[in-house]
T-cell receptor, first 111, second 115 residues
Framework: GEDVEQSLFLSVREGDSSVINCTYT??????LYWYKQEPGAGLQLLTY?????DMKQDQRLTVLLNKKDKHLSLRIADTQTGDSAIYFC???????????FGKGTRLHILP | DAGVTQSPTHLIKTRGQQVTLRCSPK?????VSWYQQALGQGPQFIFQ???????QRGNFPDRFSGHQFPNYSSELNVNALLLGDSALYLC??????????????FGPGTRLTVL
């Protein structure tokens, strides 16, 4: 079945880079996403990558995809206090409307 | 440009009751998806509505039903509430046919507590 796994917690010092990792099981995954959820707020789509890409960079965000190992990572450069949130890895299949989410990684920023 | 809105923000019900949650999609969007997010978990797909019909359904019992209106807004109904139905219910809207990726935009959610 479809499953998305990610570590639950990550602590990073302000100014350092954060790397959040995720693994998924569905080999037919077409799009892989990173969503951000701040307390009391809905989900914000940060970035996504199509399954035929290896890397995508968007300002401070870099997404790496290893399709062979079904491993996705999100790197946040120069982590700021405003980056403190829960980050969800998610995927959809080809022409599939539902998004499968991981349990989320809580990113804590140390001063 | 109004984003996805949901009402109410919070709701408290007792076991066995019925509840209706509402969602207005982002302006220009025609598709609404509903997700359940239990505490400490990621969102789980309940169903999606397009052209006033249920297009796809996740692994949820028939107690969960929905409706989409001609103005694309949507309702989620849950009957015979159980304690385990306590969760944040998220609505997401998208526009079908905009490309390979019909990006889903999420609302702030409705927090349902069942006592």
């Amino acid at each position: 079945g479809e499953d998305v796994e990610q570590s639950l917690f990550l602590s990073v010092r302000e100014g350092d880079s954060s790397v959040i990792n995720c693994t998924y099981t569905d080999s037919s995954s077409t799009y892989l996403y990173w969503y951000k959820q701040e307390p009391g707020a809905g989900l914000q789509l940060l970035t996504y990558i199509f399954s035929n890409m290896d890397m995508k960079q968007d300002q401070r965000l870099t997404v790496l995809l290893n399709k062979k190992d079904k491993h996705l990572s999100l790197r946040i450069a120069d982590t700021q206090t405003g980056d403190s949130a829960i980050y969800f890895c998610a995927e959809t299949g080809f022409r599939d409307d539902k998004i499968i989410f991981g349990k989320g990684t809580r990113l804590h920023i140390l001063p | 440009d109004a984003g996805v809105t949901q009402s109410p923000t919070h709701l408290i019900k007792t076991r066995g009751q019925q509840v209706t949650l509402r969602c207005s999609p982002k302006s220009g969007h025609d598709t609404v998806s509903w997700y359940q997010q239990a505490l400490g978990q990621g969102p789980q797909f309940i169903f999606q509505y397009y052209e006033e019909e249920e297009r796809q359904r996740g692994n949820f019992p028939d107690r969960f039903s929905g409706h989409q209106f001609p103005n694309y807004s949507s309702e989620l109904n849950v009957n015979a509430l159980l304690l385990g139905d306590s969760a944040l219910y998220l609505c997401a809207s998208s526009l079908v046919g905009t490309g390979d990726l019909d990006t889903q935009y999420f609302g702030p959610g409705t927090r349902l507590t069942v006592l």
